[in-house]
C-alpha cells in the first residue's frame, strides 16, 4: 500500500544505494574481456599490436582494408580476401562500444539514484512530520 511505496521502499532504496549494494547491468569483467578480444583480432588481422593504446587506428586501418576488399567486388573478398573476417572485427567494435555505452548510462543512473529516490521520500516525511505535529496538538487541546 501507500506505506511500502512511499516510506519503506524510497528508505531500502536509499540504503543500499548508501551502503553500494546495487547490482550494476554492466559487468566490468565482460566489458575488458570483450574490449580484449577486439584487440586480438586486430593484432591477428596484422593492423594493430593488441594493445588498447593502438585500437583506434587499428580500428582505422581495418576499415580502409573492409573498403579496399568490397571495392574489388563483394563476392570475390567473401570468397578470398578478408571480408569476413572485418566483418566480425566490426561486430566485435560494436559488441565493445555497446558495453562502454551501457556502463556510461549504468554511471549515469547510478549517480542520479540517490537524488531521485531522496525526492521520492520527501513527501513521505513531510506527511509524518506533519501528522505527527497535528497529533500531538490534537492530543494537548
Known amino acids: 500500500g501507500i506505506l511500502e511505496f512511499r516510506f519503506y ?5 536509499i540504503v543500499l544505494d548508501l551502503l553500494n549494494r546495487r547490482p550494476r547491468m554492466v559487468d566490468p569483467f565482460a566489458l575488458l574481456n570483450e574490449q580484449t ?7 591477428d ?21 573492409y573498403e579496399q ?7 570475390r573478398g567473401i570468397l578470398r580476401g578478408k571480408v569476413a573476417q572485418l566483418m566480425l572485427i566490426q561486430i566485435q567494435q560494436l559488441k565493445a562500444d555497446l558495453l562502454m555505452a551501457m556502463d556510461q548510462i549504468d ?15 520527501i513527501p513521505a516525511v513531510l506527511i509524518l512530520l506533519f501528522g505527527t505535529r497535528a497529533f500531538i496538538l490534537f492530543l494537548s487541546s
Not at 578480444?37 to 593484432?43: I, Q, T
Not at 576488399?69 to 563476392?75: D, F, I, K, R, T
Open 9 to 13: 521502499t524510497p528508505m531500502k532504496d
Open 69 to 75: 576488399e568490397v571495392s574489388g567486388g563483394a563476392l
Open 37 to 43: 578480444s577486439l584487440d586480438n583480432m586486430l593484432k
Open 107 to 121: 554511471n549515469l543512473v547510478d549517480a542520479n539514484r540517490l537524488n531521485v529516490q531522496l525526492v521520492a521520500s
Open 45 to 65: 588481422l596484422g593492423v594493430g599490436d593488441g594493445t588498447r593504446q593502438t585500437r583506434a587506428a587499428a580500428l582505422a586501418a581495418a576499415s580502409r582494408m
